[in-house]
C-alpha cells in the first residue's frame, strides 16, 4: 500500500483545462500500475485512465478518449491527468490509484479489476459557466 495524495482540481468553465497531478507520500511510485478514477454525485466510480509501470501503455475510457491525456514522471514521482475539453458531464471527484499487484493491468485496473489498490483521498472537478 502506497499513500497517494491528489492535487488540482478546481472550478473551470465548459471547454477548458485542468491538470490534475498525483503524488506518493514517503514512497515511490516507480514499478505501480496508476490510474485515475472519477465518482459523480449520484454515479459508480468509474474508471478514467490507466497507464502502466513503464509509461508506455495506457487507457482511456470512451467518455474522455480525445480529450485527457494521462502520464507519469518516475523522476519526479508523480502521475499526471491532463484534462482539455471540460464538459460539465466530467463534474465528479477524481481519485489517484495505484497498484503493483501481480498480473494487474493498466486495463483491468482501469475496468475495476484490479487487487491491492491504494487509493488517494480524491480532488474534486468542478465544470460549470
Do not use: H
Not at 473551470?12 to 514517503?26: A, E, F, I, K, T
Not at 518516475?74 to 491532463?82: D, T
Not at 475539453?85 to 493498466?106: E, F, H, N, W
Amino acid at each position: 500500500q502506497v499513500q497517494l495524495v491528489e492535487s488540482g482540481g478546481g472550478l473551470v468553465q465548459p471547454g477548458g483545462s485542468l491538470r490534475l497531478s498525483c503524488r506518493p507520500s514517503g514512497s515511490t511510485l516507480a514499478y505501480y500500475v496508476l490510474g485515475w478514477f472519477r465518482q459523480a454525485p449520484g454515479k459508480e466510480r468509474e474508471g478514467v485512465s490507466c497507464i502502466s509501470s513503464s509509461g508506455v501503455s495506457t487507457y482511456y475510457g470512451d467518455s474522455v478518449k480525445g480529450r485527457f491525456t494521462i502520464s507519469r514522471d518516475n523522476g519526479e514521482n508523480a502521475v499526471y491527468l491532463q484534462m482539455n475539453s471540460l464538459k460539465p458531464d466530467d463534474t465528479a471527484i477524481y481519485y489517484c490509484a495505484a497498484t503493483r499487484a501481480r498480473g494487474v493491468t493498466m486495463e483491468t485496473l482501469c475496468l475495476g479489476k484490479g487487487s491491492s489498490v491504494s487509493w488517494g483521498q480524491g480532488t474534486r472537478v468542478t465544470v460549470s459557466s
